[in-house]
Each structure stands twice: as C-alpha cells, then as structure tokens.
C-alpha cells in the first residue's frame, strides 16, 4: 500500500497548467525531502523537481526550469507541483517520492527515496 498519494493529473491542451498535489497517509510529510518523478511511455522514470524539508531549497531537472515550480504548504501538510506552458513532451505518469533524510542539491535518484506513490496520470495533448 502507497504511503503517498497523487492527485491532479488529466489531460491539457499544449500552453496549458496543472497543478499536482502530494500527500502522506502514515506520516507527517513536511519533515521528509519531497520529489517528483516522471515515466514517459518506453522511457525510464526521471527526477523532475525535490523540495528539502530542511529549508525548503529546490531542485528542478533543465527540462522544466521556468515552467514549474515545486511548494509546500506546511499547514495542508502537502507538497504541490505546478506545471505551466506544458509541453506534449510532458506527458507521463508523475510520482511523488520522499525521505527523510535527503537535501535536494541536486540530480535526484530512485534509490534514495523510501517512499512512493502509484502516480498520477498527465497527457498534454492538442
């Protein structure tokens, strides 16, 4: 059973937003470096954007920078994407992923993460 769970997925048009919210069923999420991962259809998942529980520093992949932007709202206790001028290019299922022990400086791995959920659906499509 996911620990995580992704809401805010669906279909939009190129030029188009989201926005991707991320909760935490059986802990507090604002203490754990939060993540957002992406799989393409016949590509490998890829790290998107980390926010750090510590300071909040955040981390975007080239492919997104201006476009989105990775939040916390430590009272919802929730980790949002928003994603702007979407691209056909980002479709994919989006995960969220956290630790607790991670800072976002930089690439983001898997590995490093504990917990996941089962994704959440975003097709940009005219």
């Known amino acids: 059973q996911s620990q995580l769970v992704e809401s805010g997925g669906g279909l939009v048009q190129p030029g188009g937003s989201l926005r991707l919210s991320c909760v935490a069923s059986?802990?507090?999420?604002?203490?754990?470096?939060t993540a957002w991962f992406r799989q393409a259809p016949g590509k490998e998942r890829e790290g998107v954007s980390c926010i750090s529980s510590s300071d909040g520093s955040t981390y975007y992949t080239d492919s997104v920078k201006g476009r989105f932007t990775i939040a916390r709202d430590n009272a919802k206790d929730t980790v949002y994407l928003q994603m702007n001028s979407l691209k056909l290019e980002d479709t994919a299922v989006y995960y969220c992923?956290?630790?607790?022990?991670?800072?976002?400086?930089?690439?983001?791995?898997?590995?490093?993460?504990?917990?996941w959920g089962q994704g959440t659906q975003v097709t940009v499509s005219s």
């Open positions: 059986r802990f507090t999420l604002n203490y754990y470096a």
């Open positions: 992923a956290a630790d607790r022990e991670l800072y976002c400086s930089g690439n983001m791995f898997e590995e490093e993460f504990d917990y």
